[in-house]
């Protein structure tokens, strides 16, 4: 046989050999058939994107986070010279803070839904347009009305970027990372904190207060610029793990350069989901498995707003501080939120992980409510100490450096806990990741504002140290809701996940 027959025999027995002949296999010696085994197709990766594109998309996501941060913090160190010359009282401005909280609750509600629906980069585009319309409203202003409304919406459009930011991290990250990337997020909140006030102060100080709103309008509206021209759409409803080209409406002129589509891979509106169901939120937030962790969360934001409002004026009353020196006391508490946050997502993947890896029984049963909310038990007891050396220094006048100490512990631990129950119900709602996160915004900040409205007539009453006594044993009995998350909470989301899947 000439070495041409030999390979065109060894070939058609490879041909007939191999499992994606189209012919019949024979049969062997002893009368078997050979069943060619089926070969399941690669599964796609969670996300499309790569590295370097998610850490770009998530610093755009932070970035946006940062005009809720500059919008609430940068006015704390101006109170007393705007109620000086809109010529009112200290308690009349506190009330703008208040009705700020009030809209802070309510707004992601609406635009939380919306952008699970319609998408996150539309959404963010509408907030900031009204945003940037009351920023240039506010900086015009010559009447205290004028003003607590133009902060109610001033606070419509910036506070639900905590909540779309959120819901990008969630589209574009595993559970198993998201918590060191909710803590890059959440560096965009954060720093606010830190540097605004300081800018306030000076602000106030050597330009006017007015110079506070015409910043945020020109930031604004560099931002939305970009924000038009450069973001990609990340809602998975819309463009799977990033590789499906999002419907024209929500597709950017510029988005080649920060995600890499599959050009044969378009996205749509499917018809049956352009409807808005505003009360998901609402839903979210009393399901039994939500309201036990807010309750306990809730208790312990509104103390920390209230050490915030309170503490311009006890400041400027105590310590006779001018504008520039009461912003500067505030980098404490910007420091301590940020280093906050970057430690705790990074302790929190650890944990995680630890937790995780000594588990060995069904992935379904696994208890997240147990590695995600066991922290808290360190986290809480250190801030009630904060708060408790905050009020009694400043109630025995000890010296400036004390309760500026205790701001900085408590930003610390106030964002641990918040970073914590926001990672806890983005894992539990990953379809819902924005409404999760509005739900847990609107809890928080609407006992935020009834505690920043009661602080002042409670110092006037009992005094500073009691006040934040008074808080302090509040938030310890919150600690048991935390214990009857982890005993109960996960009964109660397999029986919602059940319901869940008998209603798809």
Same mark, same amino acid.
């Given at each position: 046989?000439?070495?041409?027959?030999?390979?065109?025999?060894?070939?058609?027995?490879?041909h007939?050999?191999?499992?994606?002949?189209d012919?019949?296999?024979?049969?062997?010696?002893?009368?078997?058939?050979?069943?060619?085994?089926?070969?399941?197709?690669?599964?796609?990766?969670?996300?499309?994107?790569?590295?370097?594109?998610?850490?770009?998309?998530?610093?755009?996501?932070?970035?946006?986070?940062?005009?809720?941060?500059?919008?609430?913090?940068?006015?704390?160190?101006?109170?007393?010279?705007?109620?000086?010359?809109?010529?009112?009282?200290?308690?009349?401005?506190?009330?703008?803070? =208040?009705?700020?909280?009030?809209?802070? @609750? +309510?707004? $992601?509600? %609406?635009?939380? #839904?919306?952008?699970? !629906?319609? /998408?996150r980069?539309?959404?963010?585009?509408?907030?900031?347009?009204?945003?940037?319309?009351?920023?240039?409203?506010?900086?015009?202003?010559?009447?205290?009305?004028q003003?607590?409304?133009?902060?109610?919406l001033?606070?419509?459009?910036s506070?639900?970027?905590?909540?779309?930011g959120?819901?990008?991290?969630?589209?574009?990250?595993?559970?198993?990372?998201?918590?060191?990337?909710?803590?890059?997020?959440? =560096?965009?909140?954060?720093?606010p904190? @830190? +540097?605004? $006030?300081? %800018?306030?102060? #000076?602000?106030?100080? !050597?330009? /006017?207060?007015r110079?506070?709103?015409?910043?945020?309008a020109?930031?604004?509206?560099?931002?939305l610029?970009?924000?038009?021209l450069?973001?990609?759409?990340?809602?998975?409803?819309?463009?799977?793990?990033?590789?499906?080209?999002?419907?024209?409406?929500?597709?950017?002129?510029?988005e080649?350069?920060?995600a890499?589509?599959?050009?044969?891979?378009?996205g749509a509106?499917?018809?049956?989901?352009?409807?808005?169901?505003?009360?998901g939120?609402?839903? +979210?937030?009393?399901?039994?498995?939500? #309201?036990?962790?807010?309750?306990?969360?809730?208790?312990?934001?509104?103390?920390?707003?209230?050490?915030l409002?309170?503490?311009?004026s006890?400041?400027?009353?105590?310590?006779?501080?001018?504008?520039?020196?009461?912003?500067?006391?505030?980098?404490?508490?910007?420091?301590?939120?940020?280093?906050?946050?970057?430690?705790?997502?990074?302790?929190?993947?650890?944990?995680?992980?630890?937790?995780?890896?000594?588990?060995?029984?069904?992935?379904?049963?696994?208890?997240?409510?147990?590695?995600?909310?066991?922290?808290?038990?360190?986290?809480?007891p250190?801030?009630?100490?904060?708060?408790?050396?905050?009020?009694?220094?400043?109630?025995?006048?000890?010296?400036?450096?004390?309760?500026?100490?205790?701001?900085?512990?408590?930003?610390?631990?106030?964002?641990?806990?918040?970073?914590?129950?926001?990672?806890?119900?983005?894992?539990?709602?990953p379809?819902?990741?924005?409404?999760?996160?509005?739900?847990?915004n609107?809890?928080?900040?609407?006992?935020?504002?009834?505690?920043?409205?009661?602080?002042?007539?409670?110092?006037?009453?009992?005094?500073?140290?009691?006040?934040?006594?008074?808080?302090?044993?509040?938030?310890?009995?919150?600690?048991?809701?935390v214990?009857?998350?982890?005993?109960?909470?996960?009964?109660?989301?397999?029986?919602r996940?059940?319901?869940?899947?008998?209603?798809?």
């Amino acid at each position: 046989m000439t070495d041409r027959a030999r390979s065109s025999t060894r070939d058609n027995d490879s041909h007939r050999l191999s499992p994606i002949s189209d012919r019949p296999p024979k049969p062997d010696a002893r009368g078997d058939v050979a069943v060619p085994l089926a070969v399941d197709p690669p599964s796609p990766p969670y996300t499309a994107f790569t590295s370097r594109q998610r850490i770009l998309i998530i610093a755009i996501a932070s970035l946006s986070a940062t005009f809720s941060g500059f919008a609430s913090n940068i006015y704390f160190p101006a109170i007393p010279t705007m109620a000086s010359a809109l010529h009112t009282s200290v308690e009349n401005i506190n009330l703008t803070v =208040t009705t700020y909280m009030i809209f802070q @609750a +309510i707004s $992601p509600t %609406l635009w939380a #839904v919306i952008s699970d !629906t319609y /998408g996150r980069r539309i959404t963010l585009m509408c907030t900031f347009v009204v945003f940037l319309s009351a920023c240039i409203g506010l900086a015009l202003t010559t009447r205290l009305y004028q003003l607590l409304i133009l902060r109610c919406l001033q606070s419509f459009g910036s506070a639900s970027t905590i909540a779309i930011g959120a819901g990008i991290v969630g589209d574009v990250t595993t559970r198993e990372e998201r918590g060191g990337f909710m803590g890059v997020f959440q =560096t965009g909140l954060l720093l606010p904190l @830190a +540097i605004g $006030p300081v %800018l306030g102060g #000076v602000f106030a100080e !050597t330009l /006017g207060w007015r110079a506070i709103f015409w910043f945020l309008a020109i930031y604004a509206g560099v931002f939305l610029a970009f924000l038009a021209l450069c973001f990609p759409e990340t809602l998975r409803s819309l463009v799977g793990n990033g590789s499906i080209n999002p419907p024209p409406p929500a597709r950017a002129p510029l988005e080649h350069l920060v995600a890499s589509r599959d050009d044969t891979k378009h996205g749509a509106f499917p018809p049956g989901r352009l409807r808005v169901d505003l009360g998901g939120t609402f839903r +979210i937030l009393v399901l039994p498995e939500v #309201v036990f962790v807010l309750l306990f969360l809730s208790l312990h934001y509104a103390t920390w707003q209230m050490t915030l409002t309170a503490q311009s004026s006890l400041f400027a009353s105590e310590y006779n501080l001018s504008e520039i020196a009461l912003g500067l006391t505030f980098l404490a508490n910007g420091l301590g939120c940020m280093l906050g946050s970057l430690s705790t997502g990074k302790l929190l993947d650890i944990d995680y992980r630890r937790f995780k890896g000594k588990f060995s029984g069904d992935p379904h049963d696994f208890p997240i409510e147990q590695a995600r909310l066991r922290t808290l038990w360190v986290w809480a007891p250190v801030q009630w100490g904060s708060v408790l050396l905050f009020g009694w220094t400043i109630d025995r006048h000890v010296h400036l450096a004390a309760p500026i100490i205790a701001t900085f512990g408590l930003a610390w631990t106030s964002m641990s806990t918040q970073s914590v129950i926001t990672m806890y119900l983005v894992d539990i709602f990953p379809k819902r990741s924005a409404s999760a996160t509005a739900a847990v915004n609107l809890a928080r900040c609407l006992m935020g504002a009834g505690a920043t409205a009661s602080v002042n007539p409670t110092i006037g009453a009992i005094g500073v140290g009691w006040t934040f006594t008074l808080w302090t044993g509040l938030m310890a009995l919150s600690l048991a809701f935390v214990a009857v998350e982890m005993r109960y909470g996960a009964i109660w989301r397999k029986r919602r996940e059940a319901k869940e899947a008998q209603g798809d």
